[in-house]
């Protein structure tokens, strides 16, 4: 797993994590960030981001898929301690312009606290 952080100055996540723009935090560690997201689609709706820049989940690969494994791990960590994990959660991704990926940063969201759409699209 890679220690280098890179970032991009025109970034809007790249900017929350610095501090530059505010954010409801809702974890931090060495590698990543989780915050609530201004538009909540869900009464519980965290954005789960590494520190370093990465434009979506279509750039994982073998050399940050430790990172992206951690991630994971911090994401049953968050759900658990938001009351998540028994009602149970959705755990999404989007990358590029058909899936609506409006912030080119790799991002997690975790959307809970009701019952999900069935209709994932
Ligand atoms: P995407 O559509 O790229 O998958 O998700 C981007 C998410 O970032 C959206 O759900 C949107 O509401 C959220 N978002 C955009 N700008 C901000 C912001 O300045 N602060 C926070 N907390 N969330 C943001
Ligand atoms: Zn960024």
Do not use: W
């Not at 538009?39 to 965290?46: D, E, L, M, R, V």
């Not at 279509?58 to 940050?64: I, K, P, R, S, W």
């Not at 991704?93 to 991002?107: D, E, F």
Request: glycine share 8%.
């Amino acid at each position: 797993m890679s220690d280098t952080i890179h970032r991009d100055p025109d970034c809007l996540f790249c900017r929350i994590i610095e501090g530059d723009i505010p954010s409801q935090k809702v974890y931090e560690d060495e590698l990543c960030y989780a915050f609530r997201d201004i538009n909540p689609q869900a009464p519980t709706h965290i954005l789960v981001v590494p520190k370093t820049h990465i434009p979506s989940c279509a750039a994982v690969t073998a050399e940050n898929a430790g990172l992206v494994g951690h991630i994971f791990t911090v994401i049953v960590r968050i759900a658990r301690a938001e009351g998540l994990e028994e009602g149970g959660y959705r755990v999404v991704s989007n990358a590029g312009p058909n899936a609506g990926q409006t912030v080119p940063h790799l991002h997690f969201h975790i959307l809970g606290g009701e019952r999900l759409s069935d209709r994932m699209s």
